[in-house]
């Protein structure tokens, strides 16, 4: 009999009916044996060689750092651009000093993301991420960025001052489905809310495409963006995503009628047509 090679997560009480089965000779004690070797073998969560997130999704993971396959983005990351008015920010992996958790960006991201769920505009959770661990399994489970501040300046009221350093907004590029469909990337986007309207979430959008092409993903598709969100709605659209889907009466959303459920669109971008050299960047060493 051929061996079954096991690359999914298999419970103990899986295996007892297994086990069971071979007493009843409906599968040899020898196929059995075999099975546990290759689940030993294979088992995706003991071995460390073995990379855990190939069946991850949109809203699953498991916590991580936000670095998976940065090494492919070395020719991009950290990518320096200019906001509206004139503030020099880079795009960036998520910083993380064990030795000075104060400098540890993954509070402010987490930060923003409850804020975002709070204002219930734009997300669909809603409830708060009380553990950092949840978090990360989340936003960081795959690739992540920060936009940071490289020098100082004002929010876009220009009313209060704003040091070097300050998250200005952040992001992620993650499978939106797993297995055969895992070449199909989801991002999400947040910006602080006092410094949009400058140009924050052009810029993610724009090294969100870059960077997924480099990672090798193949297409992009954005599950829910809300028609009442008009500012992004309009981004995705100038940027070049084709809306694929409308889905009505998708989310119960805050600042809407009693009883009034927001359409959902759903947005896609075949990164394959992207030209090589967006974002007038040098071409990828490995897609050369």
Not at 97 to 106: A, D, R
Request: hydrophobic share 35%; net charge positive.
């Amino acid at each position: 009999m051929k061996t079954l090679l096991l690359t999914a997560k298999i419970t103990s009480r899986l295996l007892q009916k297994v086990e069971h089965a071979a007493a009843r000779t409906i599968l040899t004690p020898t196929f059995v044996s075999t099975l546990r070797l290759s689940w030993t073998k294979h088992n995706p969560y003991s071995s460390p060689n073995v990379h855990k997130r190939q069946m991850t999704t949109a809203y699953s993971g498991i916590p991580s750092d936000g670095k998976l396959n940065s090494h492919l983005l070395s020719h991009l990351i950290p990518y320096e651009s200019t906001l509206k008015d004139g503030r020099l920010v880079q795009v960036d992996f998520f910083r993380n000093s064990p030795s000075h958790p104060e400098e540890c960006e993954w509070f402010a991201g987490m930060a923003l993301m409850n804020l975002v769920i709070r204002e219930g505009r734009s997300w669909p959770f809603e409830e708060d991420f009380t553990s950092l661990d949840d978090y990360r399994s989340y936003f960081l489970s795959h690739t992540a960025f920060v936009v940071r501040a490289v020098d100082n300046g004002m929010d876009a009221q220009q009313r209060n001052s704003s040091s070097a350093g300050e998250i200005l907004g952040c992001f992620y590029i993650k499978p939106n489905f797993p297995g055969r469909c895992s070449h199909i990337c989801n991002g999400g986007f947040i910006t602080a809310p006092r410094f949009r309207g400058l140009g924050v979430a052009r810029l993610m959008g724009n090294v969100f495409l870059r960077a997924a092409r480099d990672l090798g993903y193949k297409s992009s598709y954005f599950n829910l963006v809300f028609k009442s969100n008009v500012g992004s709605v309009k981004l995705w659209e100038s940027l070049g995503f084709e809306r694929v889907t409308v889905l009505e009466k998708a989310a119960r959303l805050e600042g809407l009628e009693e009883g009034v459920l927001d359409t959902a669109y759903g947005y896609r971008f075949d990164l394959e047509r992207l030209p090589e050299y967006y974002l007038g960047v040098e071409a990828a060493p490995h897609r050369k």
